[in-house]
Every structure is written in structure tokens, then in C-alpha cells.
């Protein structure tokens, strides 16, 4: 005696019969036919593919490594533009202010030690006359060197 099987609620509406049918199994075989013959077709599309260049390819790859390198190298070299939170250029503006105001101190100090020993000379000075030169000589002295500090 068959067995009875439940018939689902799909199988109702498609009116498709879940039970095997006789005539299923040539229609099995030419499915799995039409998979072969499609396997087939795959590979043999596959083996005419023209095949990668590899050289190419070890081209592209060095190229894009070079180009991250000298990313790399760029941003070192930004960041390294930065020190203290200050751009390079404004330190090394700093640098030449400090090196100007050094100078001009050293030039200062320079001044008054010639103004001191223009008025050692004016006051060493035996004759009267000459005293009037060595004071005008020590004065122009000391004015050509404040000249030369305030144009710097």
C-alpha cells in the first residue's frame, strides 16, 4: 500500500505535484547534460582569456610603492617644519633677530668704549689748543657710530 504524503499549500497553488514522477529521470540526465555542456563552455572561455602580464603587474606594484614611499618622505619632511608649534621659517626669522640684536649690542659696547677713550685722549691732551681737535675728532667718532647702528 503507498503511503500517503502531505501535499504543502505551494504545491497547491502551482498545482505541481511533489511526488516523483516516472518520466523524471530522463529529464535528470539532461539536466546534468546541459551542466556539463556548460562546464565546458566555462573552461574552455576561461583557457582563451588572454593571459596576465605579470610584468606589467611588478611595474604597477614598485610604481605604487615608490609613490607611497615618498609620501611618506613628504610628511616627515612637513612635520619635521614644525618644532616648538612654530613653522621652520619663523625660527629661523627669530634666529636672525637674535644674531641682529646681538650685533648691534656688540656695536653699542664697541661705541662706548671709543667715546671713552676719545675723552681720555681730549683730557691727555697737554696743549690747550689741541684739546678743541681731540674733542671734535672723539665726537664725530662716536656719531659715525651711532649712525652706522640706527641703519641697522
Partial sequence: MPVQRKVFRIEQV?????????????RQDEILAELKALHDLIVSQTRALPQVDTDNIDETHTVQRAISHTKQEIATLHAGTFSEGRPRATRELDAVVDGTERATQQILDAAEIIEEAANSLSASVRHEQDKPLARTSAITCCASSRRAISRT
Fill in 14 to 26: 502551482d498545482s505541481v505535484s511533489a511526488a516523483p514522477v516516472a518520466g523524471d529521470e530522463p
